[in-house]
């Protein structure tokens, strides 16, 4: 079941990764989209880095509860903000997708990371 918990880990925190991976190859593509929803552009980094830093503490399992419950904020306000022009085809879709995203992050807060992780290790170490 420990394999589990981190392969979860990892498929949640994936999203976030590749998204801020392509945010820093497609500068202007994403502020320019970011800014036809009304967000400002001095986002942009801070975007980048939320989207890069907490899901690796996710995956390695690092103040992973703390990490999930910004991500589970950051999932939310993403479908808020970005996917609520229910009128526009795949835009429930994206909507539905954040928020069962922000769950899995949710699941996280309340059950930990599991024993694969620094956390159960430090915790372990205390002990």
Same mark, same amino acid.
Request: charged content about 15%; hydrophobic content about 55%.
């Given at each position: 079941?420990?394999?589990? *918990?981190? /392969? ?7 999203? %976030? ?7 820093? %190859?497609?500068? *202007? ?6 800014? +036809? ?13 939320? *989207? ?11 103040? /992973? ?11 939310? +306000? ?9 009128? *526009? ?27 694969? +992780? ?5 915790? +372990?170490?205390?002990?």
């Amino acid at each position: 079941m420990h394999i589990i *918990e981190i /392969t979860g880990r990892i498929f949640l925190s994936a999203v %976030f990764l590749i998204a801020g991976v392509n945010k820093i %190859f497609n500068y *202007e593509g994403t502020t320019a989209y970011m800014e +036809s929803f009304g967000v400002p552009d001095f986002l942009y980094i801070p975007a980048i880095i939320l *989207e890069i830093l907490f899901p690796l503490l996710i995956v390695i399992g690092y103040q /992973t509860k703390i990490s999930a419950f910004i991500m589970a904020i950051f999932s939310v +306000s993403l479908a808020i903000i970005f996917h609520t022009d229910f009128r *526009e085809g795949m835009q429930m879709m994206f909507f539905l997708k954040d928020i069962a995203i922000a769950g899995g992050f949710m699941i996280i807060i309340v059950y930990g990371p599991g024993k694969i +992780s620094l956390d159960h290790y430090f915790k +372990s170490k205390q002990e």
